[in-house]
């Protein structure tokens, strides 16, 4: 009998600067309305000041966070949520094969009109390893080409573990055409675009605005399955993967 446990970690990350007024040639990060002011710099320190403007600061409430004047815009927030440990069902047949499901979601909030960028990561390769032996594991997925599978597919020889991202955010390597590809189109067909875990970070989410103050949903779905012919240790698995989001 096999189970799977994956755990996801979240971390949130940063402090980014988005500008506000641009054109093929120029980019202005912040403007601001004052009489004085200059960057100024040693070998070892820098200070940028304004002289003139009125009523800046950090002002906060329950609910909000204002921050006002050019100098306290170029802060950045972004957050997300913890992701739940997933429980794989039903458990795999040792011998006789079978597969099992399961998924978890988290929610990534900021106010860079930049957006960011998400990627996952696994602790180990293959990332699922039997918790009595480190050598005895199920490969991760491998794609038959440079894009996810759309069709989750293990040989009866093999076993295997893949991840499937959807959400709003997802990138356009997980969006397919609706009938038999990835990486192309802009569906987001449920069970399609199946990729496998690495120990690199790999690229999943993509967002080029901000969101605040709800957030956008992402669901990860795993799937682990072992093949008719193939001999699988019982016992329990664990994959530990981390997500990690970027402002832009």
Not at 68 to 78: E, R
Request: charged residues 5%.
């Amino acid at each position: 009998m096999i189970w799977f446990l994956a755990v996801a970690a979240a971390f949130p990350s940063g402090v980014a600067i988005a500008a506000v007024m641009s054109s093929t040639n120029y980019k202005i990060q912040s403007d601001s309305l004052n009489f004085g002011g200059v960057r100024s710099n040693s070998s070892s320190y820098a200070i940028e000041d304004t002289l003139g403007e009125i009523a800046t600061g950090i002002s906060s409430s329950t609910n909000y966070i204002m921050n006002a004047g050019y100098q306290q815009m170029q802060v950045t927030y972004i957050a997300i949520t913890s992701a739940a440990n997933v429980v794989m069902s039903p458990a795999i047949g040792g011998v006789s094969g079978g597969t099992a499901t399961g998924n978890t979601s988290f929610t990534v909030t900021t106010d860079d009109p930049a957006g960011y960028t998400g990627t996952i990561q696994a602790s180990t390769s293959p990332a699922l390893v039997n918790n009595a032996s480190s050598t005895v594991s199920f490969a991760d997925y491998l794609p038959g080409g440079a894009n996810p599978d759309f069709t989750f597919t293990n040989a009866a020889t093999a076993s295997s573990l893949g991840f499937s991202p959807k959400g709003t955010d997802i990138s356009s390597r997980y969006l397919d055409n609706g009938s038999n590809a990835c990486g192309t189109g802009s569906s987001q067909t449920v069970g399609a675009c199946w990729d496998g875990l690495s120990t690199s970070p790999k690229t999943f989410l993509s967002r080029t605005s901000g969101n605040q103050p709800s957030g956008t949903l992402t669901t990860l779905n795993f799937q682990a399955a072992s093949g008719s012919n193939h001999i699988q240790l019982s016992g329990t698995y664990t994959a530990t993967s981390t997500v990690t989001v970027i402002p832009l």
